[in-house]
């Protein structure tokens, strides 16, 4: 038996995901169906300026690259199991990570399950007519525990999994891309000077707020990024692996969703599009493959649309319940959530994971959800990226394998921009920020304290 068998039987972490495998998780969370709606809110905030919807989703890229840039720093550095909750321990305070941590096995990480899980068999409604609602729950609660089952068996196993569904879900995609770039006869303008909804020049403090609603639509695609730094102890030599998969996977997926929107509106003419989007038919993807490809196309677009989908519910089941696991260890969580298997995967945190998900499934729609798992998400990238700077002033000891381009410059940018979006996303829906913001983290830091005292009982007997 080899030393690395020996260390999985011993309940260590197995170091098997690859450079790639990190970029196809990395990708795989992020690219789903949405590719092919969400450029119609983007547009629609760009008050149907196609120049300015297309810096738009440039714009959201650098953004995201921007914390990519930052998480790497960390997590080569800390390449942790439970990513962004350890970094949080370690940078800060034990109970700012438990709080980040506890929100998101409570209500985050489940939560973006259930939605993808019950968006699967959704996209399934136009072609089998008469599926009930009780129905595609029931497709997703089987979705769920199939997905737990698998990453049961092995972090390889899930990671292979992501590499083909990575695959097939670009080919479908990049056809309709390259169809449309070839295929279409119509050459947008692409003047990015920000309009008004008459047309006219916005000027420049009401340019920057179109850009800036337009931007936010974005970063909906872009969501997801920094969950492959929850695997950091599972890959074959994160230091340098992580940062390469952070940094071309976002570096993909940017450059990807600028040429696919471009793509559409090589097909579409702008006022046909405007037409379609407030006639609330927003999937402009779709129409783009149903003109160029017939029949042929609609079946194309919905293939890439469940693999896109499957993939996306295969990494996130993969990369969260690491998150428990962290928590565990630091000593502050249920102990079994610490455990390994013989395979080297976190089995119990995945099965509680899956059974909060189905039970968020079964309990409601997950419309406000949506909106509270994003502000949690927003919350934990500003502590993560102004943590590079905290990091750096009160662990200068610290080996760093990568360090931020542009520091100290590049890091204020990145803090200054995710606080104004959440600053955005609280005045768009307060209660669920209110909720993220104080709730959910005072109940985790009752919860907290209260180990804390066991911990210290137990030490002092």
Same mark, same amino acid.
């Given at each position: 038996?080899?030393?690395?068998?020996?260390?999985?039987? !011993?309940?260590?972490?197995? $170091? %098997?995901? #690859?450079? &790639?495998?990190?970029?196809?998780? +990395?990708?795989? =969370?992020?690219?789903?169906?949405?590719?092919?709606?969400?450029?119609?809110?983007?547009?629609?905030?760009?008050?149907?300026?196609?120049?300015?919807?297309?810096?738009?989703?440039?714009?959201?890229?650098?953004?995201?690259?921007?914390?990519?840039?930052?998480?790497?720093?960390?997590?080569?550095?800390?390449?942790?199991?439970?990513?962004?909750?350890?970094?949080?321990?370690?940078?800060?305070?034990?109970?700012?990570?438990?709080?980040?941590?506890?929100?998101?096995?409570?209500?985050?990480?489940?939560?973006?399950?259930?939605?993808?899980?019950?968006?699967?068999?959704?996209?399934?409604?136009?072609?089998?007519?008469?599926?009930?609602?009780?129905?595609?729950?029931?497709?997703?609660?089987?979705?769920?525990?199939?997905?737990?089952?698998? !990453?049961?068996?092995?972090? $390889? %196993?899930? #990671?292979? &999994?992501?590499?083909?569904?990575? +695959?097939?879900? =670009?080919?479908?995609?990049?056809?309709?891309?390259?169809?449309?770039?070839?295929?279409?006869?119509?050459?947008?303008?692409?003047?990015?000077?920000?309009?008004?909804?008459?047309?006219?020049?916005?000027?420049?403090?009401?340019?920057?707020?179109?850009?800036?609603?337009?931007?936010?639509?974005?970063?909906?695609?872009?969501?997801?990024?920094?969950?492959?730094?929850?695997?950091?102890?599972?890959?074959?030599?994160?230091?340098?692996?992580?940062?390469?998969?952070?940094?071309?996977?976002?570096?993909?997926?940017?450059?990807?969703?600028?040429?696919?929107?471009?793509?559409?509106?090589?097909?579409?003419?702008?006022?046909?599009?405007?037409?379609?989007?407030?006639?609330?038919?927003?999937?402009?993807?779709?129409?783009?493959?149903?003109?160029?490809?017939?029949?042929?196309?609609?079946?194309?677009?919905?293939?890439?649309?469940?693999?896109?989908?499957?993939?996306?519910?295969?990494?996130?089941?993969?990369?969260?319940?690491?998150?428990?696991?962290?928590?565990?260890?630091?000593?502050?969580?249920?102990?079994?959530?610490?455990?390994?298997?013989?395979?080297?995967?976190?089995?119990?945190?995945?099965?509680?994971?899956?059974?909060?998900?189905?039970?968020?499934?079964?309990?409601?729609?997950?419309?406000?959800?949506?909106?509270?798992?994003?502000?949690?998400?927003?919350?934990?990238?500003?502590?993560?990226?102004?943590?590079?700077?905290?990091?750096?002033?009160?662990?200068?000891?610290?080996?760093?394998?990568?360090?931020?381009?542009?520091?100290?410059?590049?890091?204020?940018?990145?803090?200054?921009?995710?606080?104004?979006?959440?600053?955005?996303?609280?005045?768009?829906?307060?209660?669920?920020?209110?909720?993220?913001?104080?709730?959910?983290?005072?109940?985790?830091?009752?919860?907290?304290?209260?180990?804390?005292?066991?911990?210290?009982?137990?030490?002092?007997?």
């Amino acid at each position: 038996m080899s030393n690395e068998k020996k260390v999985a039987a !011993n309940g260590e972490f197995k $170091k %098997e995901v #690859s450079v &790639f495998g990190g970029v196809s998780i +990395v990708a795989g =969370i992020m690219i789903g169906s949405g590719i092919f709606y969400l450029g119609s809110y983007v547009l629609q905030y760009a008050n149907y300026s196609v120049g300015t919807a297309l810096l738009a989703w440039v714009i959201g890229g650098l953004i995201s690259l921007l914390g990519a840039l930052c998480f790497s720093e960390l997590s080569a550095s800390m390449p942790k199991a439970g990513g962004l909750t350890v970094y949080l321990n370690e940078v800060y305070h034990p109970v700012v990570g438990y709080m980040y941590g506890f929100s998101q096995w409570l209500i985050a990480s489940p939560g973006s399950i259930a939605a993808v899980a019950i968006a699967i068999p959704t996209a399934l409604v136009d072609f089998i007519p008469g599926m009930t609602n009780g129905q595609i729950k029931i497709i997703a609660v089987v979705l769920v525990a199939l997905f737990t089952i698998y !990453n049961i068996m092995g972090v $390889k %196993e899930a #990671s292979i &999994f992501a590499n083909i569904t990575m +695959v097939g879900k =670009i080919v479908p995609m990049a056809l309709i891309l390259l169809c449309a770039l070839f295929m279409g006869n119509i050459m947008p303008d692409l003047d990015p000077t920000p309009v008004t909804a008459t047309g006219e020049n916005a000027g420049l403090f009401g340019g920057i707020g179109i850009v800036a609603y337009a931007v936010v639509a974005s970063l909906w695609a872009y969501e997801g990024w920094s969950n492959v730094t929850n695997i950091g102890e599972e890959m074959r030599n994160p230091q340098k692996d992580l940062p390469k998969a952070l940094i071309i996977g976002v570096g993909f997926v940017t450059v990807f969703y600028v040429l696919f929107n471009f793509a559409i509106l090589r097909v579409i003419p702008i006022e046909e599009a405007k037409a379609m989007i407030e006639a609330d038919n927003i999937y402009l993807g779709t129409e783009v493959a149903r003109r160029l490809l017939g029949n042929a196309g609609g079946i194309i677009v919905l293939i890439g649309m469940l693999i896109a989908m499957i993939g996306s519910l295969n990494g996130q089941v993969l990369v969260y319940a690491r998150i428990s696991y962290a928590m565990s260890h630091e000593g502050h969580f249920f102990k079994n959530q610490g455990v390994l298997n013989k395979k080297g995967v976190p089995a119990n945190a995945l099965i509680v994971q899956g059974i909060i998900s189905i039970i968020l499934i079964l309990a409601r729609s997950l419309d406000q959800l949506t909106t509270l798992v994003v502000f949690l998400g927003m919350i934990g990238t500003v502590l993560g990226v102004a943590g590079v700077m905290v990091n750096r002033i009160r662990h200068p000891e610290l080996e760093r394998p990568y360090k931020v381009w542009g520091y100290p410059v590049t890091v204020i940018i990145a803090v200054i921009i995710f606080i104004a979006l959440m600053i955005n996303n609280f005045i768009e829906d307060p209660l669920m920020s209110i909720l993220g913001l104080f709730i959910v983290p005072a109940i985790a830091a009752v919860i907290y304290f209260y180990y804390d005292k066991q911990n210290k009982k137990a030490q002092a007997k």
